[in-house]
């Protein structure tokens, strides 16, 4: 991910003041959308930082509204009936938890459908949800938006694909440019005639139109939808893939055209129910497979990401002022967990400055890391001790964080697991490692340890508790207590340094600042 560095300031450092200490932010916490699929009606509940909100709730009903679509030009009875009962509940749930008026868009289905304005009305009617239809260039925009929520900054070509559509948008400096919309959801492409040729054959014809449309797209292609991730989670199977978190799962052309012939060549219920796949979404993963190696084929992408935000998150960004979007995810994420979890919140900070001088020349990509341990170094104190060190590895790896590619999960979740243990071996994780290289594992392993020290020097979320210098070249260490820090410097506290330092492979001393 690549996220600017801000504009420091004097009291908050490189990394800005917390966006939740703004009224202005924390008004969109406890948002409710709902995403009227081609094939799924979803809602979503945010809550937590409003740059990064959790998923306060998340629920989804296949419905399949846009099936036989393309025979009957209406939408699909049962598939309507479902829907309208999805909607009902959503509404009384959101009523429940005391929410503000969910936000509901309909995509494909209802736009194409000539039965749609009277789906509308009816939901209208039933449930009071007003729906707001969008067309296929809005749809890619907000798909487009969704992304941009997790990756500030990226760049590339966005492929949503729903059942009855599949959309393509181009963003760059974090804006969206171009984009165009096509009839390539897979639960129209059941119905074009001709068997798999005159299906693939068809794919052609559209997509190479598309190309034309779009112009070259060699950079990163992000996938979007339902069956994207199921054909990800395909490809981690024939991998083996250790981690089974697919937002921003990597993934190289090489790799899904294989992945593409294993699908192929693999008996489709054994692979469904290996991968956790649903019925329903695994009947349409051979033609959006077909629309992948195309689309791959077509605009030679340089390499492939899944994105698990689309256009629910992309509906809350519309919402966000600027000031908020030019904000990093996991920085936010993680100063709010401090704010809701931590003992002393407003010492990750401390902490920060703290331990920062052991990674002077390290880039921003890195430093991010070391600020996002600092602020959760110390949220899961309630864990049982036994397991602490291992419940900051999971939360660090499986969390809902945006912002980090699967490498910077794993450096993460090693440091916190050395804030609490000095060895990382006789876990359950230990499989995980190999995702993050040696050196990666090495500096996890002395941020970790620096976080453990630091931590008993831990009274006040903005008091002085000395400073550390680090000369690599000499390999020596220097700790600077403040007097005012000595009585905190015990037995416990001194096993922790010396700890620091044999990772270090560093001599170290330790002076005391005159008063």
């Not at 209406?74 to 429940?96: D, I, M, T």
């Not at 089974?244 to 593409?260: C, K």
């Not at 910077?408 to 071996?425: D, M, P, S, T």
């Amino acid at each position: 991910m690549d996220v600017t560095p801000e504009p420091a300031t004097a009291e908050w450092g490189p990394f800005g003041r917390p966006i939740f200490d703004d009224p202005g932010a924390r008004a969109l916490s406890r948002v409710g959308v709902v995403d009227v699929g081609s094939n799924s009606v979803r809602m979503v509940i945010f809550d937590g930082a409003a740059r990064s909100p959790a998923y306060f709730y998340n629920e989804k009903i296949m419905c399949a509204l846009g099936a036989g679509l393309s025979e009957t030009g209406r939408l699909n009875p049962e598939g309507r009936v479902r829907a309208l009962s999805a909607l009902r509940r959503f509404q009384h749930l959101a009523k429940g938890m005391g929410m503000p008026p969910l936000s509901v868009v309909a995509t494909a289905a209802v736009r194409d459908a000539s039965d749609g304005q009277e789906f509308c009305e009816e939901v209208l009617r039933e449930t009071g949800l007003k729906i707001h239809v969008i067309d296929g260039q809005e749809e890619a925009r907000l798909s487009a938006q969704g992304v941009l929520l997790g990756w500030p900054g990226a760049y590339g070509l966005i492929c949503d694909i729903g059942g009855s559509s599949m959309e393509l948008a181009e963003i760059h400096d974090g804006q969206v440019g171009k984009r165009v919309t096509s009839s390539l959801g897979p639960l129209k492409l059941r119905d074009i005639p001709g068997g798999r040729r005159g299906r693939k054959a068809h794919i052609t014809e559209v997509i190479q139109d598309l190309h034309e449309q779009m112009g070259q797209q060699r950079d990163r292609l992000f996938l979007v939808g339902g069956s994207w991730r199921a054909i990800a989670r395909v490809d981690m199977e024939r991998r083996g893939y250790p981690m089974r978190v697919l937002h921003e799962y990597r993934m190289s052309a090489q790799s899904v055209r294989d992945t593409l012939r294993f699908i192929e060549t693999s008996d489709l219920e054994e692979l469904r129910a290996a991968c956790g796949i649903s019925s329903a979404r695994m009947s349409l993963v051979p033609f959006a497979a077909d629309v992948l190696s195309r689309l791959i084929k077509t605009f030679k992408p340089k390499d492939i990401a899944v994105s698990s935000y689309g256009i629910r998150e992309g509906l809350l960004y519309e919402q966000m002022p600027d000031r908020l979007r030019n904000r990093d995810p996991l920085i936010e994420a993680c100063r709010f967990a401090e704010m809701k979890d931590a003992r002393i919140p407003g010492f990750g900070r401390t902490l920060y400055d703290f331990v920062s001088p052991l990674f002077r020349a390290s880039p921003h990509t890195k430093m991010r890391l070391v600020k996002a341990a600092c602020l959760l170094h110390d949220v899961s104190w309630r864990a049982h001790p036994d397991y602490r060190a291992e419940v900051c590895f999971d939360n660090a790896t499986r969390a809902n964080l945006g912002g980090l590619k699967h490498s910077e999960r794993v450096f993460l979740g090693l440091a916190l697991l050395h804030r609490y243990r000095n060895k990382r071996q006789g876990t359950a994780f230990e499989h995980l490692y190999e995702l993050l290289d040696e050196r990666g594992r090495k500096e996890a392993e002395i941020l970790g340890k620096a976080m453990r020290f630091g931590a008993m020097l831990m009274v006040s979320k903005s008091g002085d508790i000395g400073k550390l210098t680090w000369q690599p070249r000499k390999k020596h260490l220097h700790l600077e207590l403040p007097k005012e820090a000595e009585p905190l410097f015990g037995e416990v506290a001194e096993s922790r340094l010396s700890s620091l330092a044999r990772s270090l492979e560093a001599e170290v001393t330790v002076k005391l600042r005159k008063p």
